[in-house]
């Protein structure tokens, strides 16, 4: 694999701290914004400047076949009792030979919300739970 070929989308691993089931289906919404704070002094000509202002992190959401495992709902529900757990976790994307190519570290993250899955007498599908989670903080490893 050259360093300028794409990696896929569907090799890849979620770890969380303290969490030993973590097989997921989809991850999405990691990214990083900044704020812009625009400005302009009494004696320029009609010109806005442009700063960086405050970085935001957006929520990840996770999604995967319901099991009996209860690990991500005793996770959440530290939030719900009023006692935050957090953890920090990371994902890698894997190249073809499932060796790690990129890795994403999230700090200070906990469960903001969890969707149950939709049922339906009539459907021969597997039961998806929904999982978003809050971060403080996104890195790419070295």
């Known amino acids: 694999m050259r360093d300028n070929d794409p990696l896929s989308q569907f090799n890849f691993i979620l770890q969380i701290d303290g969490l030993d089931s973590a097989g997921f289906t989809e991850v999405g919404g990691m990214n990083t914004e900044s704020d812009i704070i625009e400005y302009r002094e009494g004696n320029e000509l009609a010109t806005m400047r442009k700063l ?12 995967r076949g319901q099991t009996i495992n ?69 890195e790419m490893a070295e």
């Open 70 to 138: 209860r690990d991500l709902w005793n996770w959440r529900k530290t939030t719900l009792d009023g006692t935050t757990e957090r953890k920090n976790c990371s994902i890698t994307l894997l190249d073809e030979a499932r060796q790690p190519a990129v890795r994403w570290n999230l700090y200070e993250v906990f469960v903001k919300k969890m969707e149950f899955p939709a049922m339906k007498s009539s459907a021969n599908e597997a039961a998806i739970e929904t999982v978003e989670l809050v971060c403080e903080r996104v």
């Open 52 to 63: 960086p202002g405050l970085v935001k992190y957006g929520n990840v959401t996770l999604k």
